[in-house]
């Protein structure tokens, strides 16, 4: 395609956008709402995907709180057991004194704040290191059986949150779910949105089509204006929830981590992460919706 | 040039437009195509740009079966093939210029084909002087004639005029006709479907006389042939 084409139908595009431009706002409107939407929901299942995936990274272990008064003997007793549970990868015993340091590590420049403690009330553990995630119930339950046939009472609490874990995953696929029904329910607006106002474009153009049928221009040369508004409409609409997305994000995140609870910073996707992930998804389903909505018209209305 | 074999045209209600018309128009030639209204001219017009198809037989355009033509070589071959109408469909906010540069750019002709072409086809049917200005600033034989100068600019074979002067009072309607008989002194085929008795009569050239979908009448130097 000659450049001078290019020029030609880039320019008959951007004319059809701004001859209706009433229907225009409204196509770059219900594009940019449907994939502001989005952006909510990409919010919410990226972010709790992120939380399950620390929370894993962090449970994939099975802590044992071991009873003050156990022997050093008992102690490495029981730890042989475990070891011996299929499932188990590997086990590290962490004694009070190691507990309190990691602690400190892990609350950083708050650390000082342990310092003042008196006593280390911390208690001796075991931390059970499992293969993977699913094994755990497994594991605990053979815990819990070293405890009650062998009538071992060394044992003072076994934590481990798998639980936690499944359910931040349900709540995830939940809202993934419903979020992919509304929005398609919302880009099929958006779409029908766009071929009516290409239906616009067409009208104001069926006499100059005419001729160009007559004297011998392409299909796509016919076409390719109406692609190119259809398009431009999409993307104009993605920009505009791309901005959307990411000055809401960043107020949320900044809400989030000076308001509330300095460590969850940690927890959360960064916006530029997320800018990241939101620009290609917004502009292929921008301009796809877009091109769609064009061609939805054209094959209604246009007969070449 | 153009070869119709056992054409038959039947539209979906059922109405026979044309029936078993065997045609062959020659390169070069002049041709007259008249009738009553319903005759089927339209239709022979429709058949020969393929804007239909034929119920049956064999549409042949420079050596081409048309009837077998894929639809993306539609574009090409109305390049060959070009028309004019009674209303001449102009772009009104185009210059004449413009109007005329349109049908170039629309088959992505390079730019300085256009700035030689177009003044040469406005000299062709002398409007020159007009090239700045818009159709509603023209008489309706100066449209027609911009009409014309757009159908030739790309040089096709074959030039389809459907009633060109239909619109036009007697006076204007024999300069169009100059300048149609000028284009087909240039090499260009000329079809042109006509109810203007006068002009039939008077340029004493092939005419076809079509009527409930047959050819009654073919005729070399032939008159009009109907009273009106």
Redesign the interface.
Known sequence: ??I??IN?MLKQGFVGIWRNRGMSIASISSVAASLAVLGVIITIVLNINNLSYIAQMQFDTIQVYLDDELTVEEISNVGQKMTAISGVKYVDYESREDALNRMKEQWGEQGYLLDVLEENTLPNSYVIHVESIDMADYVVKELRNIEDVEEFEGIEEIKYHKDIVDNMLRIASFVRTIGLALILVLILIAMFIIANTIKLTLNARK??I??????????W?VRWPFFIEGMVLGLIGSVIALVFVYYGYQYAFDLITEKFYVMLSAYVVSVNEMMKRTIPIFTVIGAGVGALGSIVSLRKHLKV | MIQLKNVSKIYNKGIHALTNINLSIDKGEFLFLVGPSGAGKSTFIKLL?KEEEPTEGSIVVDHQDITKMSR?KI??????I??IFQDF?L?PNKTVYENIA??M????AS?KDIRRQVPMVLGMVGLSDKAKQYPHELSGGERQRVSIA??IV?NPSILIADEPTGNLDPETAWEIMKVLKQINRRGTTVVMVTHAKDIVDTMQQRVIALEKGRIIRDEHRGAYGYED
Do not use: C, D, W
């Open positions: 395609m000659k001078r084409t030609y006499q100059e005419t001729i160009m049928k007559y004297v011998g221009a392409t299909n040369f | 740009l993306r574009p090409y071959h109305r390049r060959n070009s028309v469909r772009l349109f049908a750019q629309v088959i992505e730019s757009r159908a790309n």
